[in-house]
C-alpha cells in the first residue's frame, strides 16, 4: 500500500517561505468539509520556517528548517483524542476532523512538535493536511511542494518499505526519532540545523605579508583516533561539520609537508566552534585566534 511523505533537503532551503505562503493560500478563507475548516489569516503557520545561525565571524552559516505535522504513524495526537477525533487514513495522513474536534483545546498540547495550532474564532485544532483534499482529486503533490522553487520540499507516494530503503540509502533523519513517533516527514543535511562544527582559518606569512594557505591538511581527532580530515580551500578555511554538541574534546591538527604543524585541544559544547587563524610556519606554531 503506497502512503505519502514528505521530504525536506535542509541544504536548499533559501527561506522564501513560498511553500508557507502557498499553504495559506489554499487554506485561508477556503473550507474543506470532512479534511479541514478554515485557516485564519494571522497567527497559525501550519509550515513554519526556523532558523539557525552556527559559527561566528568571519565563519558563519544559516540553515532553515521547515517544520510541520510529521504525520506520525505512532501519533500521540491520536492516542491523546481517544477516539476518532484525529484519525490515520490508510496512506499515512493524519486528519483533525473538523467538526468532532470542536473544543478540544486540549489536542493542542498533544503533539510534541507544536504543529497543532489553536483556531479561537472556530474553537478548533487545526494543523497541515498535506492537502490531501487534493491529491484526492488527483494531485500529485501538495501546494508547498508544488511552490518550492529549489526542491528542498518533495512529496513521495511510496509504500513503507520502499521509503524505508530510500531513508537509509540517502541518510535521511526525522525530527527526535527518540520520540518513537514515527514520523512520515524526513530530513536530509539535518545536521546543517541540528549538529554544529569545527572550522578554522590556515595562514602562512609571505615576503613579510599573512596569506592564506590553501591544501594544508586538518585532521580532526577524538581521543586517539582521527575521525575525520580535510584539506584548506583557497580561504585557508577548513571546516569539520555534523559533530554532536555534546561535551566531546577534540583535538584539531594542522599541517602542511612545507610550513610545519599546530594542533589544539576544542570542547564542542552547545554551539559550532570557529578556532581564528592559525599560522603555520617560523616560531608562530600556535593558534593565533580565540575560540568562540
Ligand atoms: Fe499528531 Fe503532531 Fe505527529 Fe502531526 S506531528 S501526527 S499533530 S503528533
Redesign the pocket.
Known amino acids: 500500500m503506497k502512503k505519502w511523505n514528505l521530504v525536506i533537503d535542509v541544504a536548499l532551503c533559501e527561506n522564501c517561505n513560498n511553500c508557507a505562503l502557498a499553504t495559506k493560500d489554499e487554506h485561508i478563507g477556503n473550507d474543506f468539509p470532512g479534511y479541514a475548516a478554515p485557516q485564519p489569516r494571522h497567527g497559525h503557520h501550519w509550515i513554519e520556517i526556523k532558523r539557525r545561525i552556527r559559527g561566528s565571524d568571519p565563519m558563519v552559516d544559516v540553515a532553515y528548517l521547515p517544520t510541520t505535522?510529521?504525520?506520525?504513524d505512532a501519533?500521540?495526537?491520536?492516542v491523546a483524542a481517544r477516539d476518532e477525533t484525529?484519525r490515520k487514513r490508510s496512506d499515512g495522513i493524519?486528519i483533525i476532523d473538523p467538526l468532532k474536534a470542536k473544543g478540544r483545546r486540549d489536542l493542542v498540547h498533544?503533539?510534541?512538535?507544536g504543529?497543532?495550532w489553536w483556531n479561537e474564532e472556530l474553537q478548533l485544532p487545526q494543523?497541515w493536511i498535506f492537502e490531501v483534499h487534493l491529491l484526492d482529486q488527483g494531485w500529485r503533490q501538495p501546494r508547498g511542494v508544488q511552490a518550492c522553487p529549489t526542491g528542498a520540499m518533495r512529496s513521495f507516494h511510496l509504500d513503507d518499505e520502499a521509503m524505508q530503503a530510500m531513508a537509509l540509502r540517502e541518510g535521511l533523519e526525522t525530527l527526535h526519532p527518540e520520540w518513537r513517533?514515527k514520523?512520515r516527514v524526513y530530513y536530509r543535511n539535518l545536521h546543517r540545523y541540528a549538529k554544529c562544527f569545527i572550522g578554522g582559518s590556515v595562514t602562512v606569512v609571505r615576503e613579510g605579508v599573512p596569506d592564506c594557505l590553501a591544501g594544508a591538511k586538518a585532521v580532526l581527532r577524538a581521543g586517539d583516533k582521527p575521525i575525520a580530515e580535510a584539506a584548506t580551500d583557497v580561504f585557508g578555511d577548513f571546516k569539520f561539520d555534523a559533530l554532536a554538541a555534546d561535551g566531546t574534546s577534540y583535538l584539531v591538527e594542522v599541517s602542511h609537508p612545507e610550513f610545519g604543524a599546530a594542533q589544539q585541544a576544542v570542547e564542542l559544547r552547545d554551539q559550532s566552534i570557529y578556532l581564528g587563524e592559525i599560522r603555520l610556519g617560523g616560531n608562530r606554531e600556535l593558534f593565533l585566534g580565540g575560540m568562540k
Do not use: D, R
Not at 505535522?69 to 506520525?72: A, S
Open positions: 505535522c510529521n504525520h506520525c501519533a500521540p495526537c491520536i484525529i493524519v498533544s503533539c510534541p512538535y504543529a497543532i494543523k513517533t514520523p
